[in-house]
């Protein structure tokens, strides 16, 4: 079975100061992971994925995330936080031998503060 | 541009009535999903549907049923509502290739009274 953690429910950062989202997965075989996020009363957005190749991936808005294999992570990061990035932060994986499923984590509440 | 289209934004219906959520998707995506999405609980797959008129169970099919007799449209049925089943809904679509995204709509925000 696949599964996701996020173990932060909530992330405070100061305006201008770095952010990162954790999150931890555990699949059987290869990940394809994936980060969205969102915004209040609003759908997913996808943010970027890793599938294979470059450890470190760039995504929308400043973001990019780094697979880390023998840690089982993908981190999200921001060198530099927007009080505009505060937002619901999802993590997904799926195994890629298990077709189609992907499972989410249970999401990080971004608050940036001016 | 990706666009999946939830018909209803916002629903309120009474506990015991039949409900429909509806989904459009205009990729020619041959994937298509429906999550619930709960506080604390992340998202959680109800059902996904793989091509017209196939469909499988996600992790929590329970008081629901789907239908996609169209490629480009997936219903999700909530047969007899209950206040439980008040919960925001996702659709999603994504296509056959593997490793490619998954694009959400809006979301469906669902109470049962």
């Known amino acids: 079975a696949q599964s996701v953690a996020q173990p932060e429910d909530q992330v405070n950062v100061a305006e201008g100061n770095p952010l990162t989202v954790k999150c931890t997965y555990s699949?059987?075989?290869?990940?394809?992971l994936f980060w969205y996020v969102q915004y209040p009363n609003r759908g997913l957005q996808f943010l970027l994925k890793?599938?294979?190749?470059?450890?470190l991936v760039k995504g929308s808005y400043g973001f990019e995330a780094e697979f880390n294999k023998s840690q089982t992570s993908f981190h999200l990061k921001k060198p530099s936080a927007l009080v505009s990035d505060s937002a619901l932060y999802f993590c997904?994986?799926?195994?890629?031998?298990?077709?189609?499923?992907?499972?989410f984590g249970g999401g990080t509440r971004v608050l940036v503060k001016p | 541009d990706v666009k999946v289209t939830q018909s209803s934004r916002y629903l309120v219906k009474r506990t015991g009535e039949k409900v429909f959520l509806e989904c459009v998707q205009d990729?020619?995506?041959?994937?298509m999903f429906w999550y619930r999405q709960d506080p604390g609980l992340g998202l959680r797959l109800i059902y996904f549907?793989?091509?017209?008129?196939?469909?499988e169970k996600g992790d929590i099919p329970e008081g629901y049923s789907v239908s996609r007799e169209k490629k480009e449209r997936f219903s999700l049925i909530l047969e007899s509502a209950s206040t439980n089943q008040t919960s925001m809904y996702l659709c999603?679509?994504?296509?056959?290739?593997?490793?490619?995204?998954?694009?959400f709509g809006e979301g469906s925000w669902l109470t049962v009274v």
């Open positions: 999603a679509s994504r296509s056959g290739i593997s490793g490619n995204t998954i694009y």
């Open positions: 699949v059987s075989g290869n990940p394809y």
């Open positions: 890793y599938i294979t190749g470059d450890n």
């Open positions: 997904a994986v799926r195994d890629n031998a298990a077709g189609n499923k992907l499972t």
């Open positions: 990729m020619d995506h041959e994937n």
């Open positions: 549907s793989y091509d017209v008129k196939m469909k």
